[in-house]
């Protein structure tokens, strides 16, 4: 059988500008109504700015249990440090991927005063039954993620998963997340292969994309959920203009979410649990 690229874009999103951490200014893309429909991902956020004001503050120590987080830096440099005694400096095209498990406080404050910090933090979640697993820390530089040129005038970094023949720079069994940052030149096109099973989104951050064989419209800023639909194996796109853009799909857990803030597990007795464990100082 031939694989078929007939996902369609579902629905448009535009991202919430908020803020977080120490009062760093970004855009929610990925919001807590959206968990069930894109599980296992929780939450996506990008921030982009030249204005020191929105990012210098950064994320002071703070606790995460239950999920992974995903940072990804297009411009700028932030440093990462937690109390397991990791720590490592996120620059330019590198990522950070950190496992919180059953507990694990950290900070990420900016490693510059001015200039352009540009870039995405994604949460994904843990099984059940990896959610109190041992916290892990992962800092991969750029030259560390895969790139591939599957055609002329495209180009792939491969964050995690395989696309293309080339297997990302993280795997993760349970999830099996897909994290792809593409780069189509003016007028081209091309089929993405997605697993038909995966919840799947795009995020265009650069320039203008037409989705799916009615090749409707998603311009920069806007987050697109494709169709699940039945047997499609990927989705086909074409660049309007020099356009840039993340492909995220994962494999759905379809478990219980409970959360409250930076702690994410099943039930609201584990949350609880979780809180008591932090104040206590057992993170």
Known sequence: MSTTFTRQLERLVNGIPTQDGAGVSLTRV???DLQRRLDPFLMLDAFHSDKPDDYL????????????TVTYMLQGRMRHRDNAGNE???????????????????SELPEQEDGLMSGFQ?????????KMTTPAYSDIPSAGIPEVSPQDGVHVRVL??????????????????????LHLQADKQIALPIPA????????????LQIGEDKR????????????????????????????????????????????????MNTREEVEQAIDDFRAGRF
Not at 95 to 102: D, E, F, L, P, S
Not at 168 to 175: D, F, H, L, S
Not at 197 to 208: C, D, I, K, P, Q
């Open 57 to 68: 503050a950064g994320f002071p120590d703070h606790p995460h249990r239950g999920f992974e």
């Open 88 to 106: 490592g400096l996120l620059e330019p095209g590198g990522m950070q991927w950190m496992t919180a498990g059953r507990g694990l406080v950290h």
């Open 122 to 130: 994604l949460w994904v979640n843990l099984a059940g039954r990896d």
């Open 30 to 32: 990925l919001t807590h």
């Open 160 to 181: 995690a998963g395989e696309a293309f023949g080339t297997k990302g720079a993280v795997e993760r069994p349970t999830t099996a997340p897909l994290y792809l940052d």
């Open 217 to 264: 419209v998603a311009a920069a800023g806007r987050m697109a959920i494709l169709s699940n639909t039945p047997g499609a194996e990927g989705v086909e796109v074409h660049a309007g203009k020099d356009s840039r853009f993340l492909l995220i799909s994962g494999q759905p857990l379809n478990e219980p979410i409970a959360q409250w803030g930076p702690f994410v």
């Open 197 to 208: 099973t995966h919840n799947a989104f795009l995020y265009v951050y650069e320039g203008e």
